[in-house]
Structure formats: structure tokens, C-alpha cells
């Protein structure tokens, strides 16, 4: 899969380098390259955007800098994916579409965001026949100052999914027996007794199906509480 993540604060996304991603990129499985939106501007401003038409506070990023850095990624079956906090928000069944496409495209805005000309622009019909598409994201219902955090973990969440980048394939078999795609039990690991709190007796008595019966419990229990 190859990554594409275009902002102005390229070196934002420096994590993306490190550790469990970079091995995975190594491993040839993802490509991931930053690109500095900055780089395809042509002013000696480097100017990046512009007063919104129809007034209101603060600033709109320049369509003709977007398209240009889009222009320059863009493939067939390309998804395009601009963070927004009106977006759809981020699960993990768009984690599982997404980790099947062989280049995601990440537009990083800052200011008040993107002109929204970019999106109708790459929406169109000659992009669609290249099955090139486009998605608005939100992350989640808080304002972030921008996109590039909110690009970050979109993809953690949808490299671990491709076979190979997670580095124990058990714990993804686990997650796909619950429709959610999670069983979330509580964990427990040595020592037996610490500060005075012992490690429940079920998980010590070896026997599977009232281990499993147990956590399946607590799992519900926890989803309840968390309402
Ligand atoms: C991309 C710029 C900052 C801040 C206007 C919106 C009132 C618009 N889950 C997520 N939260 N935020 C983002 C995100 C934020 C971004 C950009 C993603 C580009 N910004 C920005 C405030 C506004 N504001 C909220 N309304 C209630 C008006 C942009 C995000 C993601 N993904």
C-alpha cells in the first residue's frame, strides 16, 4: 500500500517513520511519503491561503496549491481521504475498506480548512471511471487544530490490518470474532497477587470454555458501563 500525506507541517508526521510502521515499510508492505504542501506553491510568499468568500473568521486553504500537490500523487484507485471535522467519522469497518486500497492519499488542512472546490473537483465523474475517490473524515466529535494527527491515526489503525504490518496475527483473529471487531475483556498477567488485588481464579483454573464464558461476561458488563 502506498501512503500519501500532504500537509504544511511535514515534519508533524516524523512518527510515521518509527519503529513498527518503518519495519513494515522496509518489509516493502507500505510506502508511506510526506509531502510539504508548501513545495507546490509558486509566490516568494509560499502562500498557502486565502479570506473566505462571504466573510467570516479565519482563513480557507488555496485550491490551486491542493490541486497541484494532488495532481502530483494521484493514481488510479487512488483514495482520497480530506480530514475534516464534518467528516464521516473514522471506525474501524472504514479501517477494514480502507486497508484494501493500494494508495490512500491523506490532505492534511490547517486554518478553517480546504476550499471546498478540491473535493468537487476530484468527486468528478473522469475520476470516478479511474475508480479514484474521494471521503471527508472526522476522527471524532472534537476540534483538533488540523488534520495531521487525525491522519496518523487513521493510519495505525489501517496498516495494522494489512497482513504481514501487525506483528502478532492471533490478536487479529481475535478481534474479528466479535461483530464489533473487539472482545474487550479485562487483562491480567503475572504476578498472581500484586498490591493486595489477585488475579481472578477463573483464569487460573485451566478450564477454556468457562474462561471464555467468564470474559464474554465481563466484556458485556464493561459495554454497558461505558454507555
Ligand atoms: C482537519 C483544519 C481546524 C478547526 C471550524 C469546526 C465549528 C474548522 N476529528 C477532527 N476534529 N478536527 C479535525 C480537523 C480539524 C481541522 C482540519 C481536521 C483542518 N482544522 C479547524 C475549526 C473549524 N469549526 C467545528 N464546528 C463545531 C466550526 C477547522 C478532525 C479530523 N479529522
Not at 490532505?107 to 471527508?136: L, P, T
Request: glycine share 8%.
Amino acid at each position: 500500500m502506498k501512503i500519501d500525506v500532504i500537509s504544511i507541517f511535514p515534519e508533524y508526521l516524523a512518527p510515521l517513520q518509527l519503529s513498527l510502521l518503518g519495519k513494515a515499510q522496509s518489509a516493502g508492505l507500505v510506502d508511506i511519503s510526506v509531502h510539504d504542501l508548501r513545495s507546490f506553491t509558486h509566490d516568494n510568499h509560499n502562500t498557502v491561503d486565502d479570506t473566505p468568500y462571504g466573510g467570516g473568521a479565519g482563513m480557507v486553504m488555496l485550491p490551486q496549491v491542493w490541486g497541484e500537490a494532488l495532481d502530483s500523487v494521484i493514481a488510479d484507485g487512488s483514495e482520497i481521504i480530506i480530514l475534516t471535522p464534518a467528516g464521516k467519522t473514522f471506525n474501524q469497518k472504514m479501517a477494514e475498506e480502507l486497508s484494501d486500497s493500494s494508495q490512500l492519499i491523506f490532505a492534511c488542512g490547517r486554518y478553517e480548512g480546504i476550499d471546498d472546490r478540491v473535493r468537487q473537483h476530484y468527486s468528478h465523474s473522469e475520476y470516478a471511471a479511474r475508480n479514484i475517490r474521494v471521503r471527508e473524515v472526522s476522527i471524532g466529535d472534537y476540534v483538533l487544530g488540523g488534520g495531521e494527527v487525525a491522519a496518523m491515526v487513521m493510519i495505525e489503525a489501517i496498516t495494522r490490518l494489512i497482513p504481514g504490518v501487525l506483528g502478532n496475527p492471533d490478536s487479529l483473529a481475535e478481534e474479528s470474532h466479535n461483530s464489533e471487531g473487539y472482545l474487550e475483556y479485562p487483562n491480567f498477567t503475572k504476578p498472581q497477587e500484586w498490591r493486595g488485588i489477585s488475579v481472578p481464579e477463573i483464569l487460573l483454573s485451566g478450564n477454556h470454555a468457562e474462561i471464555a464464558k467468564w470474559r464474554s461476561q465481563q466484556a458485556d458488563k464493561r459495554a454497558k458501563d461505558n454507555q
